[in-house]
């Protein structure tokens, strides 16, 4: 899928404020600097998904499976554009 040249990879802009948040709360892990990333995958051909409202009230309409907040923004994001989610949290998948 990724390797598809038609086929371009999104990123969203919840990921990076995740990685913000949790790492302002010294969390193991999350010591990935997010301007650094953020620019590492718009020079690898990434685009930059905004947060849209659209993709905000779309979590209301999200079952109660998964309570981790930037996941059920990442899977309504998904929903709301009709975008196939690549995710290692199983839960979520």
Request: aromatic share 6%; hydrophobic share 55%.
């Amino acid at each position: 899928m990724l390797e598809d040249p038609a086929q371009i990879p999104l990123f969203s802009v919840a990921s990076l404020w995740e990685l913000v948040i949790k790492a302002g709360l010294n969390r193991a892990g999350f010591d990935v600097q997010p301007a650094l990333l953020r620019r590492a995958l718009l020079d690898a051909g990434w685009q930059e998904l905004p947060l849209l409202t659209n993709h905000v009230t779309a979590v209301a309409d999200l079952p109660l499976l998964h309570r981790d907040p930037f996941d059920r923004l990442l899977l309504a994001q998904a929903k709301a554009e009709a975008m196939l989610l690549i995710t290692a949290d199983q839960q979520l998948a």
